[in-house]
């Protein structure tokens, strides 16, 4: 067991040197996914309740994990990815053992590329690199799901018409619900202190006093 807890430390301490961030900040950063991997379980439970097709067309576990991507980073953004869909099943038994699989690697990727892109892309707008990253992890995501079905869960019984019904009709609401509320969500962290301010404002230069001619 003493082995077990230097080794542990020893990996985390690794881990927040690689990330260069110190222990209070990835404390924090844990904490923050932790909470997110709590939601990706409880709002698949609440919708869930609303109707059988309503996690389809909701998506409920994909914002928590979309914005632990882009507020803590990809590495906990996989690692919410991975939890939050393997501790659903494993406590409500959603998603089924029959979409587990494909779910798993779709979360850990929209986690993943949500935190790379979101440390990558910078346009000094906040916004505009929200939506970029945003769109741009959803398309990812989405056509890794596909790919992942095509060829190793589903060999045979996927097709490119299921994929773009299950990927863009029938989650359209889903898909509206989260361009909507992902950056409103990351702007108001941002405001409340939460997380740090992306893009310091500018400082206005005061102006210049004129110099006087001499005559």
């Known amino acids: 067991m003493q082995n077990l807890k230097q080794s542990l430390r020893a990996f985390g301490q690794n881990?927040?040197?690689?990330?260069?961030?110190?222990?209070a900040e990835f404390t924090k950063k844990l904490?923050?996914?932790?909470?997110?991997?709590?939601?990706?379980?409880?709002?698949p439970m609440v919708f869930h309740?609303?109707?059988?097709?309503?996690?389809?067309?909701?998506?409920?576990?994909?914002?928590?994990?979309?914005?632990?991507?882009?507020i803590c980073g990809w590495p906990f953004g996989i690692a919410c990815g991975l939890l939050s869909?393997?501790?659903?099943?494993?406590?409500?038994?959603?998603?089924?053992?029959?979409?587990?699989?494909s779910m798993l690697c779709e979360l850990t990727i929209y986690g993943g590329v949500s935190g790379l892109l979101f440390h990558f892309v910078r346009t000094?707008?906040?916004?505009?690199?929200?939506?970029?990253?945003?769109?741009?992890?959803?398309?990812?995501?989405?056509?890794a799901y596909g790919v992942l079905n095509a060829l190793i869960f589903n060999v045979g019984a996927y097709s490119f018409s299921i994929w773009v019904t299950a990927?863009?009709?029938?989650?359209?609401?889903?898909?509206?619900?989260?361009i909507l509320l992902i950056p409103s969500l990351v702007l108001t962290f941002e405001k409340l202190k939460l997380i740090p301010v992306r893009y310091a404002p500018e400082k206005e230069e005061p102006p210049k006093e004129a110099v006087p001619i001499s005559s």
């Open 167 to 178: 990927a863009f009709v029938t989650s359209l609401p889903g898909i509206i619900i989260q």
């Open 85 to 101: 869909a393997g501790l659903s099943h494993l406590f409500t038994q959603m998603p089924p053992m029959a979409m587990l699989p």
């Open 49 to 70: 309740s609303l109707g059988p097709t309503a996690g389809r067309i909701i998506l409920p576990m994909h914002i928590p994990v979309l914005l632990c991507g882009i």
């Open 124 to 143: 000094k707008n906040t916004v505009l690199d929200l939506y970029i990253v945003l769109i741009s992890s959803m398309l990812l995501g989405r056509a």
């Open 15 to 23: 881990f927040m040197r690689t990330l260069k961030m110190s222990r």
């Open 31 to 43: 904490v923050y996914t932790a909470t997110f991997v709590a939601f990706g379980i409880l709002f």
